[in-house]
């Protein structure tokens, strides 16, 4: 009996350790369920990038969380200087739907370019942030571009540009930087949800506010492109099958008050 006690305690003891084992961080994200990439808290999980200095310096405080929402801010600034940033978050993917709410606030920070004026973007099949050079403006990536209106005429949203990368679109190779979806346009302070839904390197959807917007497929490195040619390993395989996410920041002040995603099956 004592030494049936002895084994049951253990065995108890082991089965609470077991159920009460951590989720790993290396271990996979369960498939079809919204995971929150942003805690609403702080930055963890998530690291900077800003053209001119290393990673993980987050530069005059340009990413940071307030009242629930990561912001996009310049206060710190006093000229843009060409100081585009990005914020990676630490897991690549390669099958997804991504879900992000954002919004332009303010006005743009002192130099920064005509084109950047209310302007962001989602970065999708980022390189490894590590791999990217300390001049390096862009991440090679495939960029959903956020626009926010300018008060008057049409400017849509979750566009298409192509940092490094060329994609394939009504089967044809389509080689413009980029293209405009067919969304509405988003004008003043309004909250906008942008979805994005990827296949590795197939089929790659842009939703606005849950409505289609933009369909293209084979997103694939530009062999011609000065970034991207140091990240290809074989010129026969151009293909880009999964990488890393990132929110962008070029100049304009911005905040993101959701950012979640789902795991699709391959």
Not at 13 to 33: M, N, R, Y
Not at 235 to 262: M, N, T, W
Request: aromatic share 10%; with cysteine.
């Amino acid at each position: 009996m004592k030494n049936l006690a002895m084994f049951l305690g253990g065995w108890i003891c082991v089965s609470v350790l077991t159920l009460a084992k951590p989720v790993s961080a290396a271990e996979p994200l369960p498939e079809g369920e919204w995971i929150p990439l942003f805690n609403g808290k702080n930055l963890d999980g998530w690291t900077p990038k800003i053209r001119g200095y290393e990673l993980g310096d987050n530069f005059a405080d340009t990413f940071r969380v307030e009242n629930g929402v990561i912001k996009v801010s310049y206060e710190k600034y006093d000229k843009f200087q060409e100081r585009f940033g990005h914020l990676f978050y630490k897991t690549p993917f390669s099958h997804y739907r991504l879900r992000v709410e954002y919004r332009f606030v303010g006005e743009q920070c002192p130099g920064g370019p005509g084109w950047a004026v209310r302007n962001s973007g989602i970065m999708i099949h980022c390189q490894d942030p590590k791999t990217m050079t300390k001049e390096q403006r862009f991440p090679v990536s495939v960029e959903v571009q956020l626009l926010g209106g300018l008060g008057k005429g049409p400017r849509s949203t979750a566009n298409l540009c192509s940092p490094g990368t060329h994609v394939v679109m009504n089967g044809k190779l389509f080689t413009p930087h980029c293209t405009n979806s067919k969304s509405k346009t988003y004008d003043g302070d309004q909250w906008v949800t942008v979805e994005v839904e990827v296949h590795g390197s197939g089929n790659i959807t842009h939703f606005v506010n849950g409505e289609p917007v933009l369909e293209y497929e084979q997103p694939q490195l530009d062999p011609q492109d000065p970034d991207a040619k140091r990240l290809i390993q074989d010129p026969q395989r151009l293909l880009i099958d999964s990488g890393y996410i990132a929110l962008q920041s070029e100049s304009h002040p911005c905040e993101f008050r959701k950012v979640e995603l789902k795991i699709l099956k391959k």
